[in-house]
């Protein structure tokens, strides 16, 4: 039988129904709609496991690398400015004293 005939057989039967001699495709196209409306239970772990797979199949994106210059040359030594600045001024640990006046 061709799949082009079979279908046809099929629409047939769902746009006689229910005045048609068979009904099997029908009762079973309305079981499956009935069955797939319904949230299923394990729905959690389908939609983990599938974001897992998609995630998988993407290519991991390239980390970032960091230039690393000679020791001693011009741009290590900016480097090195830019480091300090960066860096908290360590406080002392009294307060000023406070002047006579």
């Given at each position: 039988m061709d799949i082009r005939s079979g279908f046809a057989e099929y629409l047939h039967e769902l746009a006689v129904f229910p005045n048609g001699k068979y009904d099997d495709q029908v009762d079973s196209t309305a079981q499956f709609l009935d069955w797939i409306k319904k949230?299923?239970?394990?729905?959690?772990?389908?939609?983990?496991?599938?974001?897992?797979?998609q995630a998988l199949e993407q290519p991991p994106k390239p980390q970032p690398v960091k230039t690393v210059f000679a020791k001693g040359s011009m741009e290590w030594l900016a480097e090195q400015e830019k480091a300090a600045k960066l860096q908290p001024q360590p406080s002392s640990q009294f307060p000023p004293r406070a002047t006579p006046t």
């Open positions: 949230p299923m239970p394990n729905w959690g772990i389908f939609e983990a496991t599938r974001r897992l797979a």
